[in-house]
Structure formats: C-alpha cells, structure tokens
C-alpha cells in the first residue's frame, strides 16, 4: 500500500499497461476514419483521469444530495454555461452519461410509455435509440418510421409530412449516424407541428457544425435537442441535452433521477474544457476543414469509379456503396481489407440495401479525427487514392504493400500525443 497514491499505472498493472500504450500506438500508426470518433486534446484527456471521478454530486449545482460539491458546481457550472453559449439554448443538462441516455432521458420527459414515436428507419441512417425494436425506444413506445427517397437518397420531407399525418406521433425524432446531407430542422419542426407533435432532435453526429454555424442550427425549431459530447463536438465520452426552459425541470428530473444516479463529475469536468475549446475562434476553421477534406475525399472515390450515396455529402460522413449491386464487394469485406492495411472504417448499410445489416453493401468514411491531426485536402486525395486501390483489389498482396507504405508515410507526418506511451521499450517500437 506504500505506492497506493504515488505508483504509476506501469508498474501497478503491465496488462493494462501495455494495452493502453498499443492503443496508442495503434491510433497512431493508423488512419482513422470512423465517423463518429475524433481524438480530445491533451487537456481533455488529462482532465478526465482526475480526482473528480472520487466524487459523488448527485442531484445539480447549489441542489445535491451530498457534501463536499463546491468544485463539482464548479465544473457543472461551467459545463453548462458553455454549453448554452455555443449552442443558444435556453437550458442544459450535461450530465448524461452517454447519447443514449440522453435520448433516454428525452424519451422519458416527451411521452408516456406507449405513446408513439417517429423517427428515421435505422437502415436509412437512423438510431437504435430511435425506435429501433430491440432497444428501449422501440420496447417502450409504438414507433412509426420514414426515410429516404429512393431516387435522392435523401430524407423526402413531403413524405414524412404523410407519415407525421398517419402515425400521429406524440415526439417526431430527427437527426441521424449515417447521413451524409444537410438536415432541414425547420421543416421537420413544422411538419411536427402541423401534427401536434414535439420534436427531439439528436445531432450526435453533426454537434460540431451546429456549434461553428457550418450546420443549421435544430435550437430554434425543435423543443429538444440531444447530443454526444465525443464525436464532432471533440470532447470525452458522454450526452448532452438542450432544451427551452419551460422544459428544463423535467428534463433535470428525467436525468436524475429518472434514469441516472450520480454524475460523472471527472467527465463534466472534461466536458466543461471541450466546450470551452470549441468557444475558440479555431474550432470553426477546424469543423470547415472537415467539411473541406469530406468533400474532397468523395471526390476521389467517385473519380474511382465507387458510387457515393446522395452523390456527395454536405458534412463530415460519406457513405460509399463498395457493392454497387454485384460489381463490387460487400461492405464487410471492405472493412476487413482496409483494416488489414490499417485505414479503420466501419460496414454500413446503405438506403434499400439487398445486404443484411451485418453484411451491407457500404461503408461510412468520415474526417472528424484524421482533421484533428491536421490533415488537409492533399491528404485525402492520397488516401481517397489509397482506399480505392484496396476496394479495386482486395486481394492484391502488390497493393496491400503499397498502401501499407503510404499509410505509415502519412501517419508519420502527423504525430499525436507526445509522450503518452508509458514504458520505453514501446516508444523505441513505436
Ligand atoms: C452515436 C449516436 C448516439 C449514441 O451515442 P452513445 O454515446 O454511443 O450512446 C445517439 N444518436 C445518434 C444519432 C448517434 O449517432
């Protein structure tokens, strides 16, 4: 017990050790082109590995259940404040604990159990928290769902007004994991409307255009806004929910204690710090970046010759159909051959897919990380080339090679984390 407050993870416990230097290393030496992650800052990271994670604040600022909170209010204080400040909303609640339970917590505040939900089909781009049957949202509540026009590919506002009109939903739900458009919330606002429907809108995804102006803002126009805080947004892992105040105490109340006991204080802390680099003028040249290198990297998959859902995209995502009805390969065959050559994509359905889910006929690319690492349009020209090549030829041991090479060039011009690998032995292998 002599080390308990002193010794370092490395000599405390070499497995997970080692692990979280590989994890590094692998964020490192790969290109990751997840659409919904991105790498905190350094400070974000410190943040949260920080001696709030000891405390217990149940309840809110200046209201807990326990002693001791005058530095939690603190960082909830400011978590919040920021919040509304780059949002413009009237009210915040930045302590769920993840998106889910954001929705959740949403879910719970709008609609009595049973009542019925609209929200987008899953396999259009939707959310499992938005009906989908095995998750809460679906078990809960009878759901109705609308979609994308075949010929578009893009969400057909005429025909979720006739959806609106026949399921008669309590809560319309918008926002969306895999689309790669622009949402129009003003209309969707006023097709709930015109139905007596409230709206939750759920910009997981695209929180940090909303932020920076890049995206329209759902703020004004829909009664309930929910987010992650770990995707565009750039900050640790978690759920925030926007609302009018007229909402406020009961969506406070749905949180905790509807569907959470205390709040991760460490996290709120982290959070707090994200908000507060996304206040800074630098965050919005870095959300058009991402624009900027989405844009440029649909081109060159288009330039050769793989489809992009929509034609293009208006955000941070593509989706690309890889199958192109039997041409090419499945989704999850891409996803394989681009991981072996250390590119990190993720299968995705497309709209009317003939695949199932856990096979599909695309893959959702998106830039939020690899811009945070600075990477610029030339960048994506190489790795767009560098993509195709694999999708081409998936089992061509040449081009594997040569894309393995211009993977580590690449990754080695953009460095992250100095001095995060623990133990020696792995920065010399690094
Ligand atoms: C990612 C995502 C969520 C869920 O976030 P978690 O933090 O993984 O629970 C909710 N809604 C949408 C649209 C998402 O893309």
New binding site residues.
């Given amino acids: 017990m002599d080390n308990f407050f002193a010794a370092d993870i490395a000599t405390v416990d070499p497995l997970i050790s080692r692990a979280i230097d590989d994890e590094v290393r692998r964020q490192t030496n790969g290109l990751e082109l997840i659409a919904?992650e991105n790498f905190v800052s350094e400070a974000v990271l410190q943040t949260m590995g920080t001696v709030f994670t000891n405390k217990y604040a149940e309840g809110y600022p200046a209201k807990r259940y326990y002693g001791g909170c005058e530095y939690a209010d603190v960082v909830e204080n400011a978590a919040i404040d920021r919040a509304k400040e780059i949002f413009g909303a009237e009210h915040a609640n930045v302590q769920p604990h993840?998106?889910?339970?954001?929705?959740m917590a949403v879910l719970m505040t709008a609609l009595d159990h049973g009542d019925t939900i609209l929200g987008m089909n899953l396999s259009h781009g939707?959310?499992?928290?938005?009906g989908h049957p095995l998750n809460f949202s679906g078990i809960n509540y009878k759901v109705a769902d609308y979609g994308v026009n075949k010929e578009t590919e893009q969400i057909d506002y005429d025909e979720l007004q006739k959806k609106a009109e026949e399921s008669r939903p309590t809560l319309l739900i918008c926002?969306?994991?895999a689309y790669p458009r622009t949402i129009d919330f003003e209309r969707i606002g006023e097709i709930a409307r015109s139905v007596g429907a409230k709206v939750m809108a759920?910009?997981?995804?695209i929180a940090g255009l909303v932020a920076t102006g890049l995206h329209p803002s759902p703020v004004p126009h829909c009664e309930f806004v929910?987010t992650?805080t770990?995707?565009t947004l750039r900050g640790p892992?978690?759920?925030l929910i926007l609302c009018r105040e007229e909402f406020a105490a009961d969506i406070n109340r749905s949180v905790f204690p509807g569907v959470q006991g205390g709040p991760l204080v460490h996290i709120i802390a982290a959070k707090a710090v994200a908000f507060g680099e996304a206040l800074r003028g630098d965050f919005k040249a870095y959300q058009q970046q991402v624009i900027d290198n989405a844009k440029v990297l649909a081109e060159t998959l288009a330039a050769a010759g793989l489809r992009i859902v929509s034609g293009g995209t208006d955000n941070h995502l593509l989706l690309v159909d890889v199958f192109m009805d039997g041409k090419g390969i499945t989704g999850k065959v891409a996803e394989k051959a681009l991981d072996e050559v250390h590119i990190t994509v993720n299968k995705n359905t497309i709209p009317f897919d003939t695949q199932k889910p856990f096979v599909a006929s695309g893959i959702r690319i998106g830039t939020p990380a690899l811009t945070t690492r600075g990477m610029k349009t030339d960048e994506m020209r190489q790795i767009g080339e560098m993509i195709a090549a694999i999708i081409h030829e998936p089992e061509s041991e040449a081009v594997k090679t040569r894309v393995k090479q211009g993977v580590a060039e690449i990754t080695a011009r953009f460095p992250m984390y100095p001095g995060r690998l623990k133990r020696e032995e792995a920065i010399s292998a690094a």
Avoid: E, F, V
Avoid at 98 to 103: E, L
Avoid at 126 to 130: A, C, F, P, V
């Fill in positions: 919904s993840s998106g889910a339970q954001a929705n939707g959310h499992l928290t938005h926002g969306a994991s759920d910009i997981a995804h929910t992650t770990h995707k892992r978690g759920g």
